[in-house]
């Protein structure tokens, strides 16, 4: 089966929804698996890649939380193809990488992915949207003590499930959420509250995952111990910390308002004045400004405006889904003209922003509009 | 070159951080990069892999073999260029260098999650195995042959049971 037709469309798969989702876009759960007795994929001849995908793929499909699963090998998958399950967050961009020998099994809801032959044999992971660590931490664990019955994993009572990077030792899990949060960024504090999240010993990453820049102040924060603790108590600490992460960004929302709305309402505006007019934008600028419209989504500045819209603009402007909706090959520059017009489009009938309750001293300048 | 933060210890933790577009180094020792938290994953760079790396080819050069992982040919160097071990035996051939590497980025160094299924029921049922060997024995001793009878019966079924989870 098509790719494409498979894939929700991001209309469809913006609208999804979950607890704390105005700050938390989704929760992922990964667990990083091995088979015994065969090379790690990275250091594994090609054949013993192909076999080893031929192992685990038939046992993959087989399990019933994977009926109707799109599978496909990665070497039957073009770059653009891949391009949008990166920019989808449904594979990593290592794994866009891969070709023969590895594999990709993905189901209709798009909450379970399993990446075969990534940087270990196997890397599965539930996704929902909002912040749903517990509930997707229990749908992996299924998959996984499903596909233990049928697959011989590499597993050592001592150090537990064997991974190929030392960092994933033990439980081979990875739980982690990706976070909008604008108001600390506006208020100086993304730095600080960095710094302290990775005192407590987990991680803070960029949109796409390691070593990338956060755009549209959007941030990625997992777990990196993953050997010596229970799953359940790696769950809960980053729920624990990931609770307070929404505190504090509902907060800086708060006293921003409240001490420098001028501000905030000068970013918004600006933001949807050219997100609405311009007639060329690169995905970078298109994020970082739908990132400032989505706070004013959520500030209520946009009545009618939804963040569903922002969401799927979110994804429909990267340049692989830009460049899916068109035949001819475009370069850069064409996407931006491209990308530009269909966000004048789409944003024609959200109407300009429309700051709540200005305070006494905004009366004069309102007056001026 | 010394620790930027005790200036007595020799610095091994070395890594930039670009803080808003301005680039900064900082060198600790190990002490202090542990009470920092900077000895977390997130900094398991090259220098912890360079170090680690040393001290094998030391190890190696005392003995005079260069370590090889028998279940796949991996070799030190490999893993100093790729940071990945090549397969799941490589973590019993190169435990000693591991350890130490493990400690730092880890909560523990022994496994306390999941077991699959499989291995747990294993595991229960060798423990009821000796448990059940050692009342056999006591029965026998005891000339308790009833219960000997009893318990041996017993022992049997858990046999069997150990063997279909084995088999499975």
């Given at each position: 089966m098509n790719m494409h037709d498979f894939l929700s469309p991001p209309v469809e798969t913006a609208r999804r929804t979950g607890p704390h989702d105005r700050i938390v876009m989704s929760s992922r759960v990964r667990l990083a698996r091995n088979l015994r007795g065969v090379?790690?994929?990275?250091?594994?001849?090609?054949?013993?890649r192909v076999k080893a995908l031929e192992i685990i793929r038939p046992a993959v499909e087989s399990l019933p939380q994977l009926i109707g699963a799109f599978s496909e090998t990665m070497d039957n998958l073009g770059p653009l193809d891949k391009q949008i399950l990166v920019e989808r967050h449904l594979i990593s961009r290592e794994h866009a990488a891969k070709s023969s020998g590895s594999g990709l099994v993905l189901?209709?809801?798009?909450?379970?992915c399993v990446m075969i032959n990534e940087e270990d044999h196997l890397r599965m992971q539930a996704l929902r949207p909002g912040l749903q660590l517990?509930?997707?931490?229990?749908?992996?664990?299924?998959?996984?003590?499903?596909?233990?019955?049928?697959?011989?994993?590499?597993?050592s009572p001592e150090l537990g499930y064997l991974t190929a990077c030392p960092t994933n030792l033990g439980t081979g899990i990875r739980v982690s959420a990706m976070?909008?949060?604008?108001?600390?960024?506006?208020?100086?504090?993304?730095?600080?509250?960095?710094?302290?999240?990775?005192?407590?010993?987990?991680?803070?990453r960029g949109l796409y995952g390691e070593?990338?820049?956060?755009?549209?102040?959007?941030?990625?924060?997992?777990?990196?111990?993953?050997?010596?603790?229970?799953?359940?108590?790696?769950?809960?600490?980053?729920?624990?910390?990931?609770?307070?992460?929404?505190?504090?960004?509902?907060?800086?929302?708060?006293?921003?308002?409240?001490?420098?709305?001028?501000?905030?309402?000068?970013?918004?505006?600006?933001?949807?004045?050219?997100?609405?007019?311009?007639?060329?934008?690169?995905?970078?600028?298109?994020?970082?400004l739908l990132s400032l419209m989505r706070l004013g989504v959520d500030l209520g500045e946009f009545p009618g405006g939804e963040r569903a819209l922002i969401d799927e603009l979110f994804v429909i402007t990267q340049p692989a889904h830009l460049q899916k909706q068109f035949t001819e090959k475009l370069v850069a520059e064409e996407r931006d003209l491209l990308r530009a017009d269909m966000l004048r489009d789409r944003l024609r009938h959200v109407s300009r922003p429309n700051p709540k309750a200005p305070g006494p001293g905004d009366a004069t300048l309102d007056k001026r509009n | 070159m010394l620790c930027m933060l005790c200036k007595k210890n020799e610095a091994k933790f070395h890594y930039t951080q670009v803080v808003k577009d301005e680039m900064q180094k900082v060198d600790l020792c190990e002490s202090c990069a542990k009470q920092k938290g900077v000895n977390h994953p997130g900094f398991f760079g090259a220098d912890?892999?360079?170090g680690l790396g040393a001290s094998q080819e030391m190890a190696q050069?005392?003995?005079?073999?260069?370590?090889?992982?028998?279940?796949?040919?991996?070799?030190?160097?490999d893993f100093k260029k790729a940071g990945r071990l090549g397969c799941a035996q490589c973590y019993a051939t190169f435990s000693e260098g591991l350890e130490g590497l493990l400690k730092t980025m880890h909560k523990g160094i022994k496994h306390v999650g999941k077991?699959?299924?499989?291995?747990?029921?294993?595991?229960?049922?060798?423990?009821?195995?000796?448990?059940?060997?050692?009342?056999?024995?006591?029965?026998?001793?005891?000339?308790?042959?009833?219960?000997?009878?009893?318990?041996?019966?017993?022992?049997?079924?858990?046999?069997?049971?150990?063997?279909?989870?084995?088999?499975?």
């Amino acid at each position: 089966m098509n790719m494409h037709d498979f894939l929700s469309p991001p209309v469809e798969t913006a609208r999804r929804t979950g607890p704390h989702d105005r700050i938390v876009m989704s929760s992922r759960v990964r667990l990083a698996r091995n088979l015994r007795g065969v090379a790690f994929p990275g250091w594994a001849k090609k054949s013993e890649r192909v076999k080893a995908l031929e192992i685990i793929r038939p046992a993959v499909e087989s399990l019933p939380q994977l009926i109707g699963a799109f599978s496909e090998t990665m070497d039957n998958l073009g770059p653009l193809d891949k391009q949008i399950l990166v920019e989808r967050h449904l594979i990593s961009r290592e794994h866009a990488a891969k070709s023969s020998g590895s594999g990709l099994v993905l189901n209709k809801e798009e909450s379970l992915c399993v990446m075969i032959n990534e940087e270990d044999h196997l890397r599965m992971q539930a996704l929902r949207p909002g912040l749903q660590l517990r509930q997707a931490w229990m749908a992996i664990d299924q998959v996984d003590s499903e596909l233990e019955r049928k697959l011989d994993y590499a597993f050592s009572p001592e150090l537990g499930y064997l991974t190929a990077c030392p960092t994933n030792l033990g439980t081979g899990i990875r739980v982690s959420a990706m976070l909008h949060l604008p108001g600390m960024v506006l208020a100086e504090q993304i730095t600080q509250i960095i710094s302290s999240v990775n005192k407590l010993g987990l991680a803070v990453r960029g949109l796409y995952g390691e070593g990338t820049e956060a755009l549209g102040n959007v941030f990625q924060v997992s777990n990196q111990m993953t050997l010596g603790e229970v799953e359940p108590d790696i769950v809960e600490r980053l729920n624990k910390v990931l609770m307070q992460i929404i505190e504090h960004e509902e907060n800086a929302r708060a006293v921003l308002l409240e001490k420098k709305p001028k501000i905030v309402y000068n970013h918004i505006g600006r933001a949807y004045g050219i997100l609405a007019n311009a007639h060329s934008i690169t995905s970078k600028e298109t994020m970082n400004l739908l990132s400032l419209m989505r706070l004013g989504v959520d500030l209520g500045e946009f009545p009618g405006g939804e963040r569903a819209l922002i969401d799927e603009l979110f994804v429909i402007t990267q340049p692989a889904h830009l460049q899916k909706q068109f035949t001819e090959k475009l370069v850069a520059e064409e996407r931006d003209l491209l990308r530009a017009d269909m966000l004048r489009d789409r944003l024609r009938h959200v109407s300009r922003p429309n700051p709540k309750a200005p305070g006494p001293g905004d009366a004069t300048l309102d007056k001026r509009n | 070159m010394l620790c930027m933060l005790c200036k007595k210890n020799e610095a091994k933790f070395h890594y930039t951080q670009v803080v808003k577009d301005e680039m900064q180094k900082v060198d600790l020792c190990e002490s202090c990069a542990k009470q920092k938290g900077v000895n977390h994953p997130g900094f398991f760079g090259a220098d912890l892999l360079l170090g680690l790396g040393a001290s094998q080819e030391m190890a190696q050069t005392a003995s005079g073999v260069e370590i090889r992982c028998p279940g796949c040919g991996f070799t030190q160097a490999d893993f100093k260029k790729a940071g990945r071990l090549g397969c799941a035996q490589c973590y019993a051939t190169f435990s000693e260098g591991l350890e130490g590497l493990l400690k730092t980025m880890h909560k523990g160094i022994k496994h306390v999650g999941k077991v699959p299924a499989a291995l747990r029921q294993g595991r229960d049922l060798n423990e009821r195995l000796k448990h059940l060997q050692k009342k056999l024995d006591k029965a026998v001793t005891s000339e308790d042959f009833e219960q000997a009878a009893s318990l041996r019966d017993e022992i049997k079924v858990t046999k069997d049971q150990l063997d279909n989870v084995a088999a499975r």
